[in-house]
């Protein structure tokens, strides 16, 4: 677990095979990119979609094509409302950036 303030605890979800399945446990800020047609910069879909059985990765459209979410890795908003993506390394504190600067419905 991160050990964060509240505040950026509430832009940060880690997916995991369980909250996959689960999308209640989904912060509003991940269900608007879900619900998001799937052509739009900023959306969220299976990555198997249109044939998901639920039990697979998660696909982000970005500008510059397409990012695939991995279990474990975590999904965020930074300050100007963009979904970002990384990854945990091993060592605490440090993360890999896989996507900057995505634009989401409110911009």
């Known amino acids: 677990m991160l050990n964060l303030p509240v505040s950026y605890q509430e832009t940060l979800f880690m997916l995991t095979q369980k909250n996959r399945r689960d999308l209640r446990t989904w912060p509003e800020w991940l269900h ?8 739009k910069v ?3 879909r ?8 639920g039990n697979d990765t998660l696909t982000l459209n970005v500008s510059s094509g397409e990012v695939v979410v991995d279990f474990g890795d975590i999904i965020a908003t930074n300050t100007a ?4 993506v990384f990854s945990l390394t091993s060592l605490p504190g440090l993360y890999e ?7 989401t419905e409110s911009q």
């Open 97 to 103: 950036t896989k996507t900057l600067n995505i634009k």
């Open 32 to 39: 608007q990119a879900w619900c998001a047609p799937n052509d």
């Open 81 to 84: 409302g963009n979904l970002i």
């Open 42 to 44: 900023g959306s969220l």
């Open 46 to 53: 299976p990555t198997d979609f249109p044939d998901s059985d």
